[in-house]
């Protein structure tokens, strides 16, 4: 989220390459989802950084900013205060050197039992696994999209659930 030239990650010849950046007022959008209610950003995705790290750092004060409570830009739990006072812990996780790696399930499931001892409870999300046609059953065995590793989405709901999550 933001505005002004960015950087590419995109070669010249590239036919396989998105990169995604959307306007300031997408921030605001994504609040009005439930004006009363609390709304959260997983920013641990592929799509974090591509407008470089700058415009990574741009979409989360745009959604802070915005009110949108922001996780997945390290591997603490971001706290939520829920409607009856009580505080929450939310994970994101995606298949990243960058952020909470999804594939190294004893790191989720260290980071998620961490998280657990500090909140009564934990919800984590995660950005994983095959995409298109060919991948519309989860499977247990690592996922794979564009020759790329994408996790195992069963593994790691486990390595979660095992560390103590919630959700």
Same mark, same amino acid.
């Given at each position: 989220?933001?505005?002004?030239?960015?950087?590419?990650?995109?070669?010249? *010849?590239?036919?396989?390459?998105? %990169?995604? /950046?959307?306007?300031?007022?997408?921030?605001?959008?994504? /609040?009005?989802?439930?004006?009363?209610?609390?709304?959260?950003?997983?920013? %641990?995705?592929?799509?974090?950084?591509?407008?470089?790290?700058?415009? +990574?750092?741009?979409?989360? %004060?745009?959604?802070?900013?915005? $009110? =949108?409570?922001?996780?997945?830009?390290?591997?603490?739990?971001?706290?939520? +205060?829920?409607?009856?006072?009580? @505080?929450?812990? !939310?994970?994101?996780?995606?298949?990243?050197?960058?952020?909470?790696?999804? *594939?190294?399930?004893?790191?989720?499931? *260290?980071? !998620?039992?961490?998280?657990?001892?500090?909140? /009564?409870? !934990?919800? =984590? @999300?995660?950005?994983? $696994?095959?995409?298109?046609?060919?991948?519309?059953?989860?499977?247990?065995?690592?996922? *794979?999209?564009? $020759? =790329?590793?994408?996790?195992?989405?069963?593994?790691?709901?486990? %390595?979660?659930?095992?560390?103590?999550?919630?959700?």
């Amino acid at each position: 989220i933001g505005q002004g030239p960015t950087p590419t990650k995109c070669g010249p *010849r590239s036919t396989n390459c998105f %990169a995604f /950046r959307a306007p300031p007022a997408s921030a605001r959008a994504l /609040r009005a989802l439930h004006r009363s209610g609390t709304v959260i950003g997983n920013v %641990a995705n592929n799509h974090a950084r591509d407008a470089g790290s700058p415009g +990574r750092d741009s979409t989360i %004060a745009a959604l802070r900013r915005a $009110g =949108v409570v922001v996780t997945g830009a390290d591997t603490l739990a971001t706290p939520v +205060r829920t409607a009856a006072g009580d @505080t929450i812990g !939310v994970l994101g996780f995606y298949t990243s050197d960058s952020t909470p790696d999804a *594939r190294d399930t004893a790191a989720v499931r *260290r980071l !998620v039992a961490r998280a657990s001892e500090r909140y /009564r409870a !934990v919800i =984590v @999300t995660m950005h994983l $696994g095959a995409e298109g046609r060919d991948a519309q059953r989860t499977i247990d065995a690592p996922e *794979r999209f564009l $020759g =790329v590793d994408r996790g195992n989405p069963v593994a790691f709901a486990d %390595a979660a659930v095992r560390g103590g999550a919630s959700l």
